[in-house]
């Protein structure tokens, strides 16, 4: 599944091609996706210019110039695709959908710069989906999620407050949304042993200064994904087809059984199971 780090990514990668672009046609070469595609939307999307690319938690949400947002979330598979038909480079296609026989949205844009481009979005298990929303309606996807862990209402104080007598483990209580949004397990695994704090510790148990040097480590490791264009998986490729390829760096996660890697520990990384997810952990230097 992607995380925050490869949402961003393809966020960054479409930014160029589709920011003040104007939507000429939308096709839909299905009705569904994970979710049916609402009512209206292909209308909805037609004639508008996309003012703005953004991320909230791992939804994309492109503004419209009428008002609208358009939200997409890349589910397990889902890729967006550019090809700049200007410049006519096929070799940009998706990598793993050649044939294009999973290309469910294929949009049409003219950008101000660049001419036409061709927007398709490829999903080969399709639990990704879309939605269209006025800005200022109820969004029920985003408006119940925390603060971004990349902006400045993260912080120290604000976790402090969110951990207060949570008995639950911290690992848990990470990847409640409503807590932090958009973080995932392999994020929280790697964040977790960083800042050297257990992932079963009782939530409510974590010092200030552990929390100071937690929410360091989260910015630290989701910066990091990003710097290298993105973690996962074999799925995954960026908005321009490559894979990303910071899947090596991780530091626990995936590294069960082997040493640690912090300097001078001698522990070995163990994964145990938390609230049906894998947590990879040392045991050793993790308090
Ligand atoms: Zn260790």
Not at 21 to 45: E, H, Y
Not at 103 to 114: S, T
């Amino acid at each position: 599944m992607p995380e925050l780090p490869e949402v961003e990514t393809v966020r960054r990668g479409l930014a160029p091609f589709i920011e003040g672009a104007k939507i000429q046609t939308v096709t839909l070469n299905r009705p569904n996706l994970r979710f049916p595609f609402p009512k209206g939307f292909v209308s909805g999307l037609e004639g508008q210019t996309i003012t703005h690319l953004g991320r909230r938690a791992k939804y994309l949400v492109a503004t419209l110039s009428g008002g609208g947002v358009w939200l997409s979330h890349l589910g397990m598979t889902g890729s967006f695709l550019v090809a700049d038909q200007r410049l006519d480079e096929p070799s940009r296609l998706n990598q793993h959908d050649q044939a294009g026989k999973h290309v469910h949205v294929v949009a049409e844009l003219v950008h101000p710069a660049r001419g036409r481009v061709s927007l398709s979005y490829s999903d080969p298990r399709r639990f990704g989906f879309m939605d269209l929303f006025a800005t200022d309606a109820p969004n029920p996807f985003t408006d119940s999620l925390g603060p971004e862990p990349l902006g400045n209402d993260l912080s120290g104080p604000y976790l402090a407050d969110r951990l207060k007598n949570k008995k639950g483990p911290i690992k848990t209580v990470l990847l409640d949304q409503r807590v932090i949004a958009g973080l995932g397990n392999i994020y929280v695994c790697e964040a977790l042993h960083l800042s050297a704090i257990a992932p079963h510790r009782a939530a409510g148990s974590l010092a200030r200064a552990e929390i100071e040097s937690l929410v360091v480590a989260i910015r630290q490791v989701l910066e990091a994904a990003i710097a290298a264009g993105g973690s996962t998986l074999k799925d995954f490729a960026n908005a321009e087809g490559q894979k990303g390829y910071f899947q090596h760096s991780f530091s626990v996660y995936g590294h069960e059984g082997d040493h640690c890697p912090r300097a001078g520990c001698m522990g070995t990384i163990e994964r145990q199971v938390q609230a049906g997810r894998s947590t990879f952990f040392c045991p050793v230097c993790q308090h």
